[in-house]
């Protein structure tokens, strides 16, 4: 009965213990469209292409030119139908240019994507005006717009250079969020201390 009783009395002590806060860590940045060209020695023609950035979206940075934002710090990779699966060597960014200076689609294309460099050649970007005002730091999408590539740009991939002669008229642009459950630290503390008590008081029931 005792023991029972102690078994009853750390399970409250776990479940009053729960408060935790759920923390965004991460922001997975997708773009999808039809393209022609190689990976490697391998061509492929009008083949489903996604590629995905995983980003820190506290790291999202004002670039230049001033309507330039970018995020440069996480991992890519490209997957194309057919073909597989590549790593992007090195890392690529996430970018968005909403337009230029003043803010503005009509000064030039308001377009997201992934790129090379901040300011650098556009991997596969999409064009559309949601992106005057996002900011890279949050979920959005699905937003399809006009697919916009480098076709003299080759990216160094984990199986070879990816290059694009051609890409079909839509693309398809989405940020979607990861999330991780962090104990607040009023909670840790308060399962210490508890865990700590309810020892003590085992250790004198029992001698």
């Not at 190689?38 to 030119?65: N, R």
């Not at 440069?72 to 699966?85: D, H, L």
């Not at 060597?89 to 997201?112: E, L, W």
């Not at 949050?138 to 740009?153: D, L, M, Q, R």
Request: aromatic fraction near 8%; proline fraction near 6%; glycine fraction near 14%.
């Amino acid at each position: 009965m005792k023991r029972a009783t102690l078994i009853l009395g750390l399970a409250v002590l776990l479940c009053g213990a729960t408060g935790a806060q759920a923390t965004p860590i991460k922001i997975t940045y997708t773009i999808t469209a039809t393209a022609t060209g190689t990976l490697g020695t391998q061509p492929f023609t009008d083949a489903l292409v996604t590629i995905e950035f995983v980003g820190d979206p506290s790291k999202a940075h004002l670039g230049a030119p001033a309507a330039h934002l970018w995020v440069n710090s996480g991992t890519g990779t490209v997957t194309i139908a057919g073909v597989g699966t590549a790593t992007f060597t090195p890392g690529p960014v996430a970018f968005d240019d909403q337009g230029g200076v003043p803010h503005s689609c009509s000064h030039h294309p308001c377009y997201a994507g992934i790129s090379f460099g901040t300011g650098g050649s556009t991997i596969l970007g999409d064009i559309h005006t949601d992106f005057l005002t996002y900011n890279l730091k949050t979920a959005t999408g699905p937003v399809s717009g006009t697919a916009v590539i480098n076709p003299t740009f080759t990216a160094g991939t984990s199986l070879g250079g990816l290059t694009f002669s051609s890409v079909g008229a839509t693309s398809t642009f989405t940020a979607t969020t990861g999330t991780t459950t962090i104990p607040e630290p009023g909670s840790l503390i308060f399962v210490s201390t508890g865990l700590l008590s309810l020892i003590g008081f085992v250790r004198r029931r029992l001698s």
